[in-house]
């Protein structure tokens, strides 16, 4: 596709009033600074996507009067006819104020702007014009065939990814068939991608390498905590006489509890009859208590029987009055809540009523007014059909409005009227119970008093009844009794007793020396043990480097791989270009590369060339860029007086040059 411009058209932009340019294949554009020679290029790229050339949308566009203030009330406009591949378009972008003046107000006020657009004289909206620019060609790939200084603009990401389209993919079957050792790389990648490998072979060698680094240290450890070694059998010829000695300990400390034992079997048996005696003597003692405890309990169950049975009846009586003295006090609690919380109701539909009656009445002298009787945009009085018309709408929203009121009043009016009726349903219903109530108690509490007046007559007549405790005071055999069992109690017997603590303290020291030869026999067992965990953490160490080999022969690959990826693509994007260079990785301390994006011509760098290199650099980018997307449109080129000669390009060219003597822009 090959893009042309054949004329632009700038009215009231910027710094522009009205300025016409026709275009050759070459058009120069003289100025001196400040008249205007950039504001071509911008209103061009804003009649297109409402941008400027340094790709703002918020730039002011309005003309500026002496004193550095928009001009209002103006309208701002930029047209062109284009060449599409021989057929010409026309387009057009207009930006206008809004004043809106209000009906009663003598000065219009400003309300806003409008963008109009137009495609060969027919009206469009923003969207479908955009639309049939973005047909012709994407914002972004236009600028950057139209602007030698835009490619640089950009971030490096973004010219990174320009130049990575324009390249192609480099496929690793391509790379393959240039390094085959790469294919085992490929084959270990098992779905991951080589970031994510790469991610993982360092987590992998990081932990092997801490646990690399922990193994000398912990043999070392092994090593200084075996114990010295020992003379076996030293040790157990030491343990073999200490155990003798043990084994005469314990026969001498048997011998004497064996005497002991049969010299006290006597003492024993005569504590063993004793004991039996004072055992029978002491049940003999409890079946006389449990004699008088029954004697005592009968006649006291003669004597009582029929004071228990009133009793009873007057804690039956009690209870049952508390009862009902309770449920009359929860019914009153009830009644209260419940006439309390049908008064709220009563309360909350009361002001419901008041606030609908006011609504009625506001509703009611609602009239028509002048907004309602006039036009919103010009401020006219409806015509007298309209006017009817209007009229006759308000009167039906009205009457509607006041009959939903009046229906809403009525069920509030219902609601209200069942709360009343609640209410006395409630009294009837509060004050019959509250009478059977009261009627039970005054009846209970009749009873109770005969019920107490007949338990006192009979506590006046009962016969006094002996206490076990008196009972037993009296009887001479429950004396005699337990004078035997003190006697028996206090009987002493001798005792004789056996000293073992010497033997036995001798015993222990000989059993101390014993285990502590013992725990001396364990350090060959403690050395084997130590011995086999260093071996055991040598062929671990073993292992664990092996795989950190491994590690760091993949890591090698998949540095390689993104050498050779790396290689590859700056070598095919170097190609395509005749004057510029591109840098696409970093190389880093330790070895390895970063993506990047610098473009050089000459080994300098683009941001330190001077305004004649930047436009042979930018020209070269978009000489390249055009074969790449197929599209050929107009270069701008500013600052052209600093350039004596441009590189050969297909494109239109719009040469922008600095003239002090032109104090107008002047077109050749």
Known sequence: MNILIKTLHIINFKGVKDFRLDFNHVTNIYGANATGKTTVFDAFLWLLFGKDSTDRKDFNIKPLDINGNKTDRTE?????????????????????????????????????????YFWNEVPLQAGEFQAKINDLLNEKVFKLITNPLYFNSMSWQDQRQVLTDISGEITDQYLISKYPELQELLNNLDGKTLKELKAMISASKKKLKENLEQIPGRIDELERSKPESINEKEVNIKIAELQTVYDDLERQIENKNEAFNKANVERNSSIQENQEKIHSLKLQKQGIEAKHRSEYLAELNTSQSGVNESRARVSQLESQLSTQRIQLQQLEQSHVSHLQRLLRDKEDIESRMS???????????RELNDHDTHCGECGREHEPDKLEEVREKFT?????????????????????????????EAIRQFEATKEAIERSILNLETFLVEAKEGVSALDAAAIVVKSVEERLNEDTEYDYVGDLIRELETKVFDVESVDLGDLRIRKATVNA???SLKRQLTIKEQIERADKRIAELKAQESLWSQELASFEKQEFSADKYERAK?????????????????????KLNNGGEEPTCKSTYNGVPFSDLNTAGKILVGIDIINTLSAHYAVIAPVFLDNRESVSVIPETAAQVVNLIVSPEDKVLRVA
């Open 355 to 365: 606030s609908l009656r006011e609504l009625f009445r506001s509703v009611n002298a």
């Open 566 to 586: 790396a290689e590859e693509l700056e070598a095919r994007v170097n190609g395509m270009f005749k004057y510029a260079k591109f840098t696409l990785f970093n």
């Open 396 to 424: 039906n929203r009205k009457k509607e409005e006041l009959e939903g009121i009046n229906i809403q009043g009525k069920g509030l009016a219902s609601d209200l009227a069942k709360r009343d009726d609640e209410g006395k």
């Open 76 to 116: 701002n406009e930029v047209s062109a006819v284009i060449n599409v591949d021989g057929v010409e378009v026309s387009i057009r972008h207009i930006h206008k104020e809004k004043w809106t003046k209000k009906r009663g107000e003598a000065i219009a006020e400003f309300t806003g702007n409008e963008h109009l």
């Open 513 to 515: 020396d014993i285990d």
